[in-house]
């Protein structure tokens, strides 16, 4: 597949995208606001800030199109700023803040493993989501988000060697010039000016950044995952209604889809795309996938609790059926005959 035919699909796939996590999203935010019963408490709000991030992540995608590879020791995103005739700040402030929207993403999954568990041991701790504690939850992803953005931004170093080094794999592979490009890469072993190996400290630095940023949500999700996991186990033990257990399970399962999505789509794929340059192992396969990945995550994201939730997979389906009903109309005939149109 040449170059030019491998951005048109991605493009398509990216606007794709895009419209149906609008549409999905924007659903989504409506059935939570009619829809969810009271005792689903700020739970609500914070489903529907984070509907709000997913449809952010897919408008900042279609707007930057990545070109995300690797190439020997390092791994790059690069965006073609010439072609798109678009100002070079403008340019790495979109690359930036893309990478940021995956910091989010992952605060945002921890976050919501954390409130399900208060939701379950029922000990009073649901009060810290509450009034003022809210605002204080809604900040921490956005936090994530931003110290992603820096460290894209200051501490993965975009010096002569790095742009040299992946020079000719950005020509060969997307068929654009570096110089009409900005990017963000890690070089673990770039060339110096005689061709020596040498270790790109500032890459690791950024690498070790990255992964400190990652393993923060992740052991969160493992943590109260697990505890969370323990407790409905137990739910037939607590005394509690039919109707309360069946949300909580809903809720729960809702959230566990939720979290292998981002575990298959986001931590390992990144993963495995920060680490295996280190070791040089050929991974350009996975690049391409990933740079689909980035497109479609944000409207797969929402797809569970529309699923799971009694609440909004019902309504959702009544609709589908009304629209149905309407389109099969019955008319009756002069010569009394019956005719479905």
């Known amino acids: 597949m040449n170059s030019e035919t491998y951005r048109l699909i991605k493009l398509n796939i990216q606007v794709i995208s895009v419209i149906f996590s609008i549409l999905v999203n924007s659903i989504l935010i409506y059935l939570i606001i009619k829809k969810s019963p009271i005792n689903m408490g700020t739970y609500r709000h914070l489903m529907v800030y984070f509907c709000c991030c997913s449809i952010i992540f897919g408008v900042f995608d279609v707007i930057v199109q990545p070109n995300v590879q690797t190439y020997k020791s390092a791994f790059f995103m690069v965006v073609d700023v010439k072609q798109r005739n678009m100002y070079v700040s403008l340019g790495k402030f979109c690359v930036y ?3 940021g929207c995956f910091g989010v993403a992952i605060y945002g999954i921890a976050i919501h493993f954390v409130y399900r568990f208060f939701a379950l041991e029922r000990r009073g701790r649901i009060r810290y989501f509450q009034g ?3 605002a204080f939850w809604f900040v921490i992803p956005i936090l994530g988000g931003v110290a992603w953005f820096l460290v894209t931004a200051m501490v993965f170093p975009k010096t002569k060697l790095e742009t040299e080094y992946i020079r000719i794999a950005v020509r060969e592979t997307f068929d654009i010039d570096i110089d009409d490009c900005v990017y963000n890469a890690g ?5 110096d000016e005689n ?4 270790i790109g400290w500032g890459s690791f630095a950024g690498f ?8 923060i949500p992740f052991t969160i999700i493992l943590i109260f995952g697990f505890k969370s996991w ?4 137990e739910l037939l033990d607590h005394g509690e209604s039919e109707y309360s257990k069946n949300l909580q399970m809903q809720l729960y399962k809702a959230l ?3 979290t292998l999505v981002p575990l298959v789509l986001l931590f390992i794929p990144f993963g495995l795309l920060f680490s295996l340059p280190i070791f040089e192992i050929d ?3 996975l690049a391409a996938i990933i740079t689909l990945i980035f497109a479609i995550y944000p409207a797969v994201d929402p797809l569970p609790i529309l699923y799971f939730v009694d609440y909004y997979r019902i309504p959702v389906i009544e609709a589908f059926k009304r629209t149905k009903c309407k389109k099969n109309r019955v008319s009756m005939n002069p010569d009394g005959s019956v005719t479905f149109e």
Do not use: D, E, H
Request: a positive charge.
């Open 97 to 99: 803040g893309l990478c």
């Open 132 to 134: 003022f504690y809210l």
């Open 187 to 191: 070089v673990f072993f770039p060339l």
């Open 195 to 198: 061709g020596k190996r040498v």
């Open 208 to 215: 070790t950044c990255y992964l400190s940023i990652m393993i």
């Open 230 to 233: 323990k407790i409905v186990r």
């Open 256 to 258: 566990v889809a939720q």
């Open 283 to 285: 991974c350009q396969f």
